[in-house]
């Protein structure tokens, strides 16, 4: 009798042990489902998050503007204003228009297409700048859906910064099409951007690089 209950002792150990090593990589499993869901999050937070390469400093609050004139109206102006604290020294600050969240997200999501559906011009003859700009709005119309529901206004604005970054020359595409400019210069990384002004001479921009 004895040997009989040692016997079945022994053979309940191993479907105990057998069952514990089989219920393992049902846990495994359950780790490898969740781990690609943190990846993907981690990515879409990352994609999200924009490289901030240059910085337009604000016009100073108490400041008034001696001088103002349009480089592209409504989109891009210029301010001549008194910087504080320096004694009368003057700044040439560049007001652009802002892009809201979903604009932005437009903007970040058609240059993305336009860097792979790009045409080029089947008439080389064609201006680069005309071409650019046909195949933005080309591009704007067939993937409107996914560029979100934006109003006429805010697609004008989507625009002109696809015009300014993708064909003009960035953030200092105001100060290159500003006729009264006749020199920039800059000193290095989170330096203001100079001008050389027709009416004011020497003058710091607003515009920083940063990156």
Not at 5 to 34: L, M, S
Not at 130 to 152: Q, V
Not at 171 to 183: G, S
């Amino acid at each position: 009798m004895g040997s009989a209950k040692t016997e079945e002792k022994k053979e309940g150990n191993p479907a105990v042990a057998e069952a514990r090593v089989e219920a393992k990589p049902v846990a495994v499993e359950k780790k490898e489902e969740k781990k690609p869901e943190k990846k993907e999050k981690k990515k879409k937070k990352e994609e999200e998050e924009e490289v901030v390469e240059y910085v337009f400093d604000p016009v100073p609050a108490t400041a008034k503007p001696i001088d103002e004139y349009w480089i592209e109206e409504p989109f891009a102006r210029i301010l001549i204003v008194p910087i504080p604290g320096r004694g009368g020294e003057k700044g040439y600050f560049i007001d652009e228009i802002a892009l809201d969240k979903n604009e932005r997200n437009a903007f970040n999501r058609l240059k993305e297409i336009l860097s792979r559906e790009l045409r080029p011009p089947e008439d080389m003859s064609v201006e680069a700048r005309s071409h650019g700009m046909d195949e933005a709005r080309r591009l704007m119309k067939k993937y409107r859906r996914i560029l979100g529901s934006l109003n006429e206004e805010s697609m004008r604005k989507v625009e002109y910064y696809i015009r300014r970054d993708l064909i003009g020359y960035g953030p200092i595409n105001p100060i290159v099409e500003d006729k009264n400019v006749e020199d920039i210069s800059c000193d290095g990384i989170d330096k203001p951007v100079y001008v050389w002004h027709r009416r004011y001479e020497s003058l710091p921009s607003n515009l920083r690089i940063v990156d």
